[in-house]
């Protein structure tokens, strides 16, 4: 049974459906790649402003915050959504080759609605501390050498968006922090885990030497064989990894080569080495590194091997979780 003040909030809400849709709606018609969700950004910035918030806009990459106070002591709480979509270019709705797929338009229209809800007279009432509401771009590690490009730049220091907004320090002060997403499991309303798995970001350049493949292929160097030698070699290695590790190594190839009739000489991998504990990661990491360098040396190629952050695991407070369940069964 919901509390008056609750029941009330849940009814503002209800007052605010149509905004909350049409964002939904928005950012999924306006699928955008990390740290290049400017349209997105925008309309949550719109939106936001609307409702009376002043915001802290981090200005050369998309994304923001705003506080409320309650005026009472207590714990800052961070609340989050996410910005960014995938390059997926299969997708049924797919727009230029990107979509939505991880859900992220859901939770950026969700957190309108708690900005929505709060925004209203007598919503902080019985509330302590201070609460923090956070777009937040760049989730998804992908085009590690697009990001690479914008870190030679001086814009980020980190590939991934939550993780800059902590060197920015939007995140200082923050105690507790959720945020909801999206799944396929459709047995539950809601649910909360225990955790998720950390990892690193890698880039694997290969370097060879071009020549004619059907006039000369004896006098080049061919970094594409090179390659999947490396990830041959770490296919081999999945064995030594321990289940309670949780390791996943997923490589692709971004380049591979620029001519059919020419020896490639030049071939590009990207990959996330993830597992439960940094530990494992450096651990894992060790290996995918020995390998992808063995499969340069076999065939006489160079690799150049980089290596950056990418999140830490995440461990969740079990006693949070445990408010998590309770407020979320009550609403259900």
């Given at each position: 049974m919901l509390r008056d003040d609750q029941q009330n909030l849940m009814d503002t809400v209800d007052?605010?459906?149509?905004?909350?849709?049409?964002?939904?709606?928005?950012i999924?018609?306006?699928?955008?790649?990390?740290?290049?969700?400017?349209?997105?950004?925008?309309?949550?910035?719109?939106?936001?402003?609307?409702?009376g918030y002043s915001l802290v806009k981090a200005g050369d990459?998309?994304?923001?915050y705003t506080d409320l106070d309650?005026?009472?002591?207590?714990?800052?709480?961070?609340?989050?959504?996410?910005l960014d979509a995938l390059a997926c270019p299969t997708h049924p709705e797919a727009v230029d080759g990107k979509a939505h797929a991880c859900g992220h338009h859901a939770q950026c229209a969700a957190l309108l609605g708690v900005a929505a809800a709060l925004s209203r007279p007598g919503a902080l009432d019985r509330l302590s501390g201070s609460i923090r509401l956070m777009v937040v771009p760049a989730e998804e590690l992908i085009e590690i050498a697009w990001r690479e490009s914008l870190r030679q730049q001086g814009t980020i220091r980190y590939y991934g968006g939550k993780v800059e907004f902590m060197r920015r320090g939007y995140l200082d002060g923050v105690d507790l922090a959720f945020m909801f997403h999206t799944t396929s499991d459709n047995k539950a309303d809601f649910g909360c885990n225990a955790g998720g798995n950390g990892c690193l970001a890698k880039r694997a350049l290969y370097h060879g030497t071009a020549a004619h493949a059907g006039g000369s292929p004896h006098e080049g160097v061919n970094a594409l064989y090179a390659v999947q030698t490396g990830m041959q070699a770490v296919n081999a290695l999945r064995e030594t990894f321990r289940d309670e590790d949780h390791i996943r190594v997923h490589p692709i190839i971004t380049a591979g080569g620029a001519s059919v009739n020419i020896i490639p000489?030049?071939?590009?991998?990207?990959?996330?080495?993830?597992?439960?504990t940094l530990d494992c990661i450096r651990e894992a990491n060790g290996k995918v590194s020995r390998a992808l360098a063995a499969g340069a040396a076999a065939l006489g190629a160079k690799?150049?091997?980089?290596?950056?952050?990418?999140?830490?695991?995440?461990n969740n407070d079990p006693r949070l979780m445990e408010v998590a369940k309770t407020c979320l069964t009550e609403l259900v």
């Open positions: 007052t605010y459906r149509q905004q909350i849709l049409d964002a939904e709606r928005f999924w018609q306006h699928p955008e790649t990390g740290y290049r969700e400017w349209q997105s950004s925008a309309y949550m910035e719109k939106a936001f402003e609307a409702l990459i998309p994304g923001f309650t005026g009472r002591p207590g714990p800052r709480l961070l609340i989050l959504a996410e000489a030049d071939v590009r991998l990207e990959s996330y080495v993830r597992g439960a690799v150049t091997l980089i290596d950056r952050p990418g999140y830490a695991p995440l």
